[in-house]
């Protein structure tokens, strides 16, 4: 099997574990989710429950930007954007960390040990860059945090950049939930925490160019 044809069967595989179980259990993660963050709670169940939610975003179809909104709401927005962004980075660990001890034996066997080094090699320099444009997209957050596990991106450099993405996309979120002006800025704070990682990295690129 040529190596670009198990690579995209293992992309396959991946997206696959992440998107099943949000078609399966959405309404279900949903409603539960909402239920552990509900406003009237006491201050440190919501926290606790929205740190708790965020990590296991990584294995279960949890869905983290009405967590992170509902931290806004309820803790306010420094609270709120505080244990917002312990939980997704504590998630981006544990998605590392799985990649690493589960994904990187089997990849290994699959598509052998030349065709992973190339390919880690390739990714390693722009690591940063991808790390930072898919943080706020659902799946593929999930995604490149067990794939930056597989390929072995230097841990500093991961928890660095995912924790200030994280923190970025927390803001937005929380700062959505503690306006409460309803739907409108939900939907704003959605498109934000997209665009602004992006525009980051265009930006960067171009001071870069420009050296």
């Known amino acids: 099997m040529r190596p670009a044809l198990r690579w995209t069967i293992i992309g396959i595989v991946t997206l696959a574990a992440i998107l099943i179980p949000f078609v399966l259990f959405e309404d279900r993660m949903n409603a539960w989710s909402e239920g552990l963050t509900r406003p009237n709670l006491p201050p440190a169940a919501i926290a606790g429950a929205v740190v708790l939610l965020l990590v296991l975003d990584v294995l279960l179809p949890i869905p983290s930007s009405i967590v992170s ?7 306010g927005f420094l609270a709120g954007c ?7 980075t504590g998630g981006s660990l544990l998605g590392y960390a799985l990649g690493r001890r589960f994904g990187l034996p089997l990849i290994r066997r699959t598509v052998g040990e030349r065709d992973l080094q190339h390919l880690s090699e390739r990714f390693h320099r722009g690591a940063a860059w991808a790390l930072v444009a898919l943080r706020p997209v659902p799946v593929l957050a999930e ?8 390929t072995a991106v230097p841990l500093p450099l991961y928890i660095a ?7 970025g996309i ?3 979120y929380c700062w959505a939930g503690a306006s409460a002006s ?4 939900f ?7 997209i665009a602004l990682p992006g525009a980051a990295m265009v930006l960067s690129r171009l001071l870069a160019r420009r050296k």
């Open 187 to 193: 939907l704003l704070a959605f498109a934000a925490s």
């Open 143 to 150: 995604a490149s945090g067990l794939f930056a596990g597989v």
């Open 69 to 75: 909104t509902a931290a806004g709401a309820g803790l």
């Open 82 to 88: 505080a244990a917002s962004t312990a939980g997704l």
């Open 161 to 167: 950049v995912t924790t200030l993405s994280n923190a």
């Open 170 to 172: 927390s803001a937005v």
């Open 182 to 185: 309803g739907r409108g800025s």
